[in-house]
């Protein structure tokens, strides 16, 4: 297929690389001109703009890191939206919030365009050896028509119905999950190491008890060995991310007393200038309020 | 070996059982007598007594459902440690405090007696079903000799240290993991719930994504069902423990905002009248507070 | 002077008739003009849009309930920015987001056109009663040429500094303030009374201990009393101050988790069709939340 | 009349003033003697004990600092219970937990001795000024006997029942008050700084809205001034207050989650090494979360 990609982030980077692996004719847009380089010389066209990008392609994705980046690349006179081809498909797989994914639903329905909004769950190393678990909601015909996309990008794919926010719900969701156990694990590791057990131990325990989810046990080692550099995962988007729970669970009616204190210690964390560390360093920061380490 | 066992609770029974069927003799005391009927026909002697059921034993497990309990079978006139012989063992498997479980060593210590603390982590099928986790902590030689004791009742072993309260910081912990997972689960199946996607569906996304962790998955799966009776650990037992946690957590100066947060919701949970349910009726409370389904 | 206002809410009416009983020249506009007509009878003159009420005004008022009620009378073709004349000055006393704040700021200055924030503190009574304090924040002049209707409107006025948004966060962090005190009231009443101290006693020690202070007073009787009907200040609008506290908190990077709880709790007040009740009814859910009487 | 005192710390010592103005013959007994000698020069006896302070005497006063502290002088051979004669009265000023003033009530009235719980709100200067507010509870008759004494170390008294622990629970709630109140004063102060507003401004309109209540003003004006030294009221004695609190909220099942909160926030200061500054230092932590000064 034809396919146009718009950011090259730690994210963009591992998808743009498996389309290529897939087969798929590529061209990409970055900002940063530079970062696009590389994947000339693999085959792939650099666009000038996210229009020129889109222009002629049956789908284009976006991977950016945030709502004001989205935007950029998709609206105004260079955007996205004045690129595509009616009938072709934005597969938008950004961590965006609820109501831009809505706007987004609305904005290229009404150009006759195709929106599908797929979330991916994993960190850079996970998009780079095709390990992602996609998430895809959007018309029926449209995530058909680009799941040979979605399946070159990852591991796995669930589809969730015809409601394009459904799938940023859920991914914020589980970024929630995520943090709300990065949290915990921090208390866990502060209370544990102030009673004299070495985490070095307590990350064993947690092995044989809580063991076989890569997830949980990947931060619990990154918070035991305190590797919070370079970051797999900013603190500071994982504060944007909390906050989108939060804009979502306001909007839905829905208290999240657990997500705001995750939210408020991500902020703490910001605030303190620990923004680009990894989001595991929020077990640092309650070692620090234990009276541990520094970070 | 010649083994006492005092309680034959929910988990007990499973323990029990393991040790039979690992070839142990076997004495057992409960409080409620009836209880301890099924295991005379299975070769086990019922004592009338802790005390009873410690002399002669080379080991006596105590798995009992908090400190009131442990300490009215090992102290005083008929308990536990006035029967144990000298060089015997005590191996406390209860969720007990960091603070019980230090006097307990001193005690024993006192009294020519070994005393290893061996909290477990599983509900009462993996207890049966010899799925436990152990943790072991106190003197080395005293954790060597009853090794084929607790490697007969669950699927692994680790062992801790010489200082018998490790172990009982590393369970607490452990459960405090656990509920904030399930607390976390609430806030995130809610959101779900308020914002149109099926529970169904968030669990199989869950699933897929956070897959392959039992102890994890299992919550998700309760909570996404409402099956919370019977309950596998009763949600006044959850309210326990976390208060048990914030007490190490307090004497070992470690603030712990995400504990406190979900001790609150299973306080709650009792003062409005739902103890006896499975402590994954915290998600139950989630949806209540989101103006979803009560309980 | 002659004076309009925008919004004749709980807390407009007031605010509209002091204006006149100090002698103004009042013209007012209302969404629902049936609203407007009494003020009709006592003098003022109803206009038909925002822009009529600027038209020929020295000074505008504006009181509404959100930003976007804001937003809606004072940008488009009929709103308050086209009708004010050159030189004449936006007294915006809405409790509104600091961003507006800001964005009004800049929008009248490129109008030529003055912006005084000035936020009040006080209940409906309060205002009907003159007895409103008055926060004031914007460029020099513009404060001193409002004074005299500042002064008119309530008991005493505090200028800020040429900043006009410093108003809107110093009435934000009040109303924080507030809410914070409601629902630590909450809490203790809860306590209290499931310690068998009578709402009543327990109030007239706080009357008697931390007396004097009419704002606490007032909301630790509302609770002693119930009395949530009707509401001087609804629990969803407090709701929308405490989101907007937390709005400009992470625009300054501030955790504020005492916030982000109290927050929690009044957005769960609403899902839970609570919304309409006076924000003193916080009081109540702490109540519901240890097993008393249900809201 | 013929009173004893134990304790003569930072509120013990303006008590024992007070009652010498009133005339009474007085007995004070400190744990270190040094700091009872200037009060012998003033006309009171040193007792060696607390045995010995309550002998003869028609009532004895308690103001000690802890659970821990109050029970080493009423209990053991030298104890305050030994020496009270039957008939005399316990007067029992310290804050401590509502279950060791249940004890006292059940030990004294076996004893044959009265118990009246008297807690007292105000800091080391309203004690030296006359201006506690007295807090009693207990035996009708016992009250009114006490009643000149109470009358004499304060500004007013309110009588609660006669089930003496109420007063317990009031002053533990009415330090809830306190903690939660200097907690959001903590987060407006750092809101309204980082967002450009002095300390000293915001403190003049909280002055102007929220006045006319000492309590809150004051610490308003220490957060203001980061005077937290000399502490009027140690953080690590709010600490130990607010884990009163919540020990009784955990018995009465009312969940608390702001208590919990302040709780967690008064612990990370002890733990970060800040117990001995005065409580009000609650605010500089919230600066130093929001990356302003650090303490």
Redesign the interface.
Known sequence: MKVGLIGLGNMGRGVAQNLLNAGHELVVYNRTRAKAEPFQAKGARIAGTPQEAARGAEAVFSILADDPALEAAVFGGEGLLSGLARGAIHISSSTIS?ALSERLAAEHAQAGQGYVSAPV?GRPEAAEAKQL?V?AAGAKADVERVRPLLEAIGR?L?V??E?A??AN??K???N??IA??V???G??F???Q????EPK??L???Q?????????ERYASLIAGRQFQPPGFALRLGLKDI?L?LE???D??????????????L??G????HGELDWSALGAL?AE???LEKL
Chains 1, 2, 3, 4 share one sequence.
């Open positions: 609820v769950f678990w998430l796995g669930t969730l119905g409601k926010s459904s719900v859920v914020l969701s589980g929630f999950l709300s156990m949290e915990a694990l208390e866990a502060a209370l544990a102030k009673s004299g057990v131990t307590f064993e325990v947690f044989s008890v809580f063991a076989k989810s890569p997830i949980f906050g729970v979502a669970a306001g839905a009616q829905v208290p999240m007393p657990l997500a705001s204190l995750v939210k408020d210690h902020l703490g910001v605030a303190q200038g309650a309020r234990a009276g």
